[in-house]
């Protein structure tokens, strides 16, 4: 008497997707910046000052300097763009994003 027994077969396939980690822009230091950017640089820390005092806060857990320098020099122009800054996720740009445009804005 032949037995008959029944197989699952499962192929997985698998491709690597892009990440949006990965779009994030490089990171640059101060020495980049070009003196229109450095003026920006001082807004920001201003703003980083004021708001770290606002909200009783080291300065460093509002923003960290390296972070300026990339704000400056790449002048993010909305939220999704401001995600794209190594050190903002999406909380930290709902939390301080709208101030930022708005100072990058009116430079």
Known sequence: MESESA????IVHYEKEEQKKS??????????????DKQVYGY????????????????F?????SELIDLALY??????????IKGFGKQKADKFGED????????
């Open 23 to 36: 779009e994030r822009l490089e990171r640059k230091s101060y020495e980049d910046l070009l003196p229109n």
């Open 7 to 10: 197989y699952w077969s499962v």
């Open 75 to 84: 002048k993010p122009s909305n939220l999704d763009e401001l995600q794209q």
């Open 44 to 59: 920001l820390n201003q703003w980083r000052t004021e708001k770290s005092e606002q909200l009783n806060q080291k300065k």
């Open 100 to 107: 930022i445009l708005a100072i990058l804005n009116a430079v």
């Open 61 to 65: 857990m509002i923003c960290h300097n």
